[in-house]
């Protein structure tokens, strides 16, 4: 499963971490490395929550049913409605999960959060802008101030591995599970992604909503053993995905009372997925530095062309191509959530003028409306070396104003990329900037 234990360090170096975010030398950018956003550089918001903890400023709230979580998650601004729900063993309280008692996961821009019914701790991932995913269990007791806890080497047996490209970061698996939730196979290899056809996702997951007849692979488990599961693939194909699908409730798989919802949203499901693999490029890019632009070095002074000189291959061009949400599977039917997440998250902004932002949802054809990412918005992305925010802006821009893109880009319709070039220069200074010429000053 994705996220699935609370993962340490944020890079196994600190001699790669400091390369990473110092400046390219001789780039010539006018852009410099920033941590606009960031009360306190390289502060991520769970250590800024300890801090306020243990300075007295903020007192979580113990709940006999649930432990400090709904506490928690109003302290970190993370909405109840991003609720998904995972029943795949594939956590570090692997004991405690099973598809009756589901792992919860909420989420916002900077921060994650899992917790299990009665576990001991609940785990968190919290991205440092400086420093990328950083780790951190919470010690469910309720004697004195909560504990929080950085943790390390336990977490990244799985999140420091070749799904997250060497670097730790975000896992979102599909995977076959036996009856007792014990994982048989994958759906599909590495993490989840905006490219990753319906069909294949959330093996292991359950999902609410409807979604006409594409079908998915949530709500699905063997009746069998894992021990009596002789050929995984063929099971895989004999499966009817039919039944798990266009789920309103879970009502028939376990007691949804245990949970603060009763949803598993779709919605907030396909935002996950594409938020994790964001985030995994931002702390790849950020690790790599100025190798992240592959063999083509930052030019001084020059404007990037990304869409016609795509340094390919690259970090940075792979960031870029996510940002845009390039080669994205186009939805064969409406997909439609049944919790609050759809509005909540739409009103999170920032609105442009004319009421419009890059949060608002498609869900006809595709996810947003706009499809250029929000995470543009965030500390992570801000904190990018100033060669790697150039890269990504000048991709952007190029997207929306050329003639003829290349096919991968053909979602971009001619209103569309009028509306995000709009959107843009309304609320991201740095891009307006940039488009406006100053960034070669």
């Given at each position: 499963m994705?996220?699935a234990?609370a993962?340490?360090?944020a890079?196994?170096s600190d ?5 990473a975010t110092?400046?390219a030398e001789?780039s010539g950018?006018a ?5 606009a956003?960031s009360?306190?550089?390289g502060?991520?918001?769970v250590r800024?929550?300890q801090?306020r ?12 049913a649930r ?9 970190l ?8 729900l ?16 589901p ?5 916002n821009?900077d921060?994650y959060?899992?917790?299990?019914q009665e576990?001991?701790i609940?785990e968190?991932?919290s ?10 269990s919470v ?6 101030p ?7 080497e336990?977490c990244?047996l799985?999140?420091d ?5 060497g670097?730790?970061g975000?896992i979102m698996r599909?995977?076959l ?7 048989v196979?994958?759906?599909?290899t590495g993490?989840?992604r905006d490219?990753t056809?319906f069909?294949t996702r959330w093996?292991g997951?359950?999902?609410t909503?409807?979604?006409?007849e594409?079908?998915?692979a ?5 009746e069998l ?6 050929f995984p693939?063929r099971?895989i194909e ?9 789920k309103a ?5 376990f007691d949804?009372?245990?949970y603060?919802?009763?949803h598993?949203?779709?919605v ?6 594409h938020q994790v ?5 931002m ?8 190798v992240?632009?592959?063999s083509t070095?930052p ?6 062309r990304?869409?016609t ?7 940075l061009d792979?960031?870029l191509r996510g ?7 186009s939805?064969q039917?409406?997909?439609?959530g049944?919790s ?6 739409a009103?999170?902004?920032?609105m442009?003028g004319?009421?419009?932002s890059l949060?608002?949802?498609d869900l006809d054809?595709?996810l947003?409306r706009?499809p250029v990412?929000?995470l543009?918005y ?5 904190a990018?070396?100033g060669?790697a925010?150039s890269y990504v802006?000048d991709g ?14 053909g ?7 009028d509306?995000?070039?709009?959107i843009?220069?309304?609320?991201k200074?740095e891009?307006a900037?940039?488009?406006e010429?100053e960034g070669?000053?």
């Amino acid at each position: 499963m994705a996220l699935a234990c609370a993962t340490g360090p944020a890079s196994p170096s600190d001699r790669v971490r400091e390369a990473a975010t110092a400046p390219a030398e001789g780039s010539g950018l006018a852009i410099e490395s920033s941590s606009a956003g960031s009360a306190q550089p390289g502060i991520d918001p769970v250590r800024s929550l300890q801090q306020r903890i243990e300075s007295g400023d903020v007192a979580l709230e113990y709940d006999s049913a649930r432990g400090y979580l709904p506490s928690l998650l109003e302290a970190l601004e993370i909405p109840a409605s991003s609720q998904t729900l995972v029943f795949s063993r594939t956590s570090f309280q692997t004991d405690r999960i099973a598809p009756w008692a589901p792992r919860a996961l909420y989420f916002n821009d900077d921060v994650y959060v899992g917790w299990v019914q009665e576990g001991p701790i609940m785990e968190l991932i919290s991205m440092s802008p400086q420093n990328g995913a950083r780790f951190y269990s919470v010690l469910q007791q309720n004697e004195g101030p909560p504990r929080v806890k950085r943790e390390g080497e336990t977490c990244l047996l799985c999140h420091d591995s070749r799904i997250t490209d060497g670097v730790p970061g975000l896992i979102m698996r599909s995977t076959l599970t036996d009856r007792l939730g014990y994982p048989v196979s994958v759906f599909h290899t590495g993490s989840t992604r905006d490219q990753t056809p319906f069909e294949t996702r959330w093996g292991g997951w359950y999902v609410t909503g409807t979604h006409g007849e594409i079908t998915h692979a949530g709500n699905l488990r063997s009746e069998l053993l894992y021990e009596d599961i002789v050929f995984p693939e063929r099971h895989i194909e004999e499966l009817d995905k039919r039944a798990g699908a266009n789920k309103a409730a879970l009502d028939e798989y376990f007691d949804v009372s245990a949970y603060l919802t009763p949803h598993s949203d779709v919605v907030a499901l396909m935002v996950l997925a594409h938020q994790v693999r964001i985030h995994n490029l931002m702390e790849l890019v950020r690790a790599r530095g100025a190798v992240a632009m592959g063999s083509t070095p930052p030019r001084p002074g020059a404007r990037f062309r990304p869409i016609t000189e795509p340094a390919s291959g690259s970090t940075l061009d792979r960031l870029l191509r996510g940002i845009l949400f390039a080669d994205e599977v186009s939805l064969q039917a409406p997909v439609r959530g049944t919790s609050a997440f759809v509005d909540e998250f739409a009103a999170l902004g920032p609105m442009d003028g004319a009421g419009r932002s890059l949060r608002e949802f498609d869900l006809d054809t595709r996810l947003f409306r706009y499809p250029v990412s929000y995470l543009l918005y965030t500390p992570s992305f801000d904190a990018l070396p100033g060669f790697a925010r150039s890269y990504v802006y000048d991709g952007i821009l190029e997207a929306l104003t050329m003639d003829r893109l290349p096919p991968e880009f053909g979602h971009l319709a001619s209103s569309d990329r009028d509306a995000i070039l709009a959107i843009l220069k309304d609320t991201k200074p740095e891009f307006a900037r940039r488009s406006e010429g100053e960034g070669n000053r």
